[in-house]
T-cell receptor
Framework: ETGVTQTPRHLVMGMTNKKSLKCEQH?????MYWYKQSAKKPLELMFV???????ENNSVPSRFSPECPNSSHLFLHLHTLQPEDSALYLC?????????????FGSGTRLTVV | AQSVTQLDSHVSVSEGTPVLLRCNYS??????LFWYVQHPNKGLQLLLK??????LVKGINGFEAEFKKSETSFHLTKPSAHMSDAAEYFC?????????????FGPGTRLSVLP
């Protein structure tokens, strides 16, 4: 375990469903991130939270809605997704935004939209 | 703006032979550089990092990388490949933007290790 825990590990959902991905870290980090990893595409930064405040939203469609209730928890709420949203969603945390010390990643949630 | 190029999308080596994964970057400032490894269906694990100290950086599992500013390179090497090294490897540059530090990932290099 890296210290960043993501649940669930796998998720299959229909296009009309609503589901949420959860990320939790107890490393004392202040910044948390959502990344999307699709087959044969570079890692895409989706959202950045620093001290619970969203500092970046990289033109992510509104069907993805992040929530950061505290510095240890990060959620990604999903609704009316499309098949092309199927991917591995990775959560990461760091001590300070983009610190020189690197990110700690969770194991990801493999999402399949049917 | 910073960017990262990983020159090979796929590298295949035999077990016991050396590994070389190439990475070149562009950056406006003095960057920090990282290599991450991702095994199938897993998250990314930090292998090693360069943060303006020694230019030759040693990481986990016998990997090392050398920062060469004149060549803007940060290639990853290992003297002898093991079957468990088969994975995807990402080179990352951390640079400054208006928000502070920004991570930029390379596209990744898939390493195959043949018996």
């Amino acid at each position: 375990e890296t210290g960043v825990t993501q649940t669930p590990r796998h998720l299959v959902m229909g296009m009309t469903n609503k589901k949420s991905l959860k990320c939790e870290q107890h490393l004392g980090h202040n910044a948390m991130y959502w990344y999307k990893q699709s087959a044969k595409k570079p890692l895409e930064l989706m959202f950045v939270y620093n001290f619970k405040e969203q500092t970046e939203n990289n033109s992510v469609p509104s069907r993805f809605s992040p929530e950061c209730p505290n510095s240890s928890h990060l959620f990604l709420h999903l609704h009316t997704l499309q098949p092309e949203d199927s991917a591995l969603y990775l959560c990461a945390s760091s001590q300070g935004r983009g610190t020189v010390y690197g990110y700690t990643f969770g194991s990801g949630t493999r999402l399949t939209v049917v | 703006a910073q960017s990262v190029t990983q020159l090979d999308s796929h590298v295949s080596v035999s077990e016991g032979t050396p590994v070389l994964l190439r990475c070149n970057y562009s950056s406006s400032y003095s960057p920090s550089l990282f290599w991450y490894v991702q095994h199938p269906n897993k998250g990314l694990q930090l292998l090693l990092k360069y943060t303006s100290a020694a230019t030759l950086v040693k990481g986990i599992n016998g990997f090392e990388a050398e920062f060469k500013k004149s060549e803007t390179s940060f290639h990853l090497t290992k003297p002898s490949a093991h079957m468990s090294d088969a994975a995807e490897y990402f080179c990352v540059v951390s640079d400054r933007d208006n928000y502070g530090q920004n991570f930029v990932f390379g596209p990744g290099t898939r390493l195959s290790v043949l018996p």
